[in-house]
């Protein structure tokens, strides 16, 4: 019982008590707060050659991102500019849509005057038909005039330049009045729709 007593006293002690408060404040900085050394906290160290190696693979990375990136920009530029194209072919074609969807009925119509034409020029040749002749040519006025509100013009090229795109050579002939490659004749008129021919004029060109 005795030794037990001794040795709590011991352990109050002030030596013994100082002794054991200086072996737990070995870690203890003076911020009151316990720290401990760890090796992993140690700065890395790297060599020049591995220090290399990864600029000159940030390098690679970087290129390889601004290349990318110039891709990107070259794909949507052009992908902006098919889409202007887009937008200029559907507009120019809903425009077209309106200024031509009466060719169709246009060239039906074309040989009625072609017809009243063929009358007129029949009855010039017959006596006292004054009045079916002025008749006829108001019909064919009345009728050229209404077709001209829709945009029809009439392609009358008598004794211009023969064009290809325009006329149509039925024959050539040779003739002193007129230099070659003049219309002397025109067989039947063209007709032209808001620009656009729809069909050419039948002619004779001089040699």
Known sequence: MSGKKQNMEDELSPEGGENK???NSQNVGDTGILSTTR????????TEDEANSIEEQLSQDLEAAMKKAEENLELAQLT??????LRKRTSRDIENAHKYALEK?????LPVIDSLVLGIQATEAVSNSESILEGMNLTLKKFTDTLEKFGVGVVDPQGEKFNPE???AVSMAETAEAESGIIIT???????????????????VAK
């Open 80 to 85: 902006q500019a098919e889409m202007e194209n």
């Open 166 to 168: 325009l006329h149509n």
């Open 105 to 109: 009925f246009v060239n039906e119509l």
């Open 39 to 46: 090796p992993e906290d140690d700065e890395i160290e790297i």
């Open 186 to 204: 025109v067989l039947q008129k063209g007709y032209e729709l808001n620009g656009r021919l729809i069909r050419p004029a039948m002619v004779v």
């Open 21 to 23: 408060i200086s072996d």
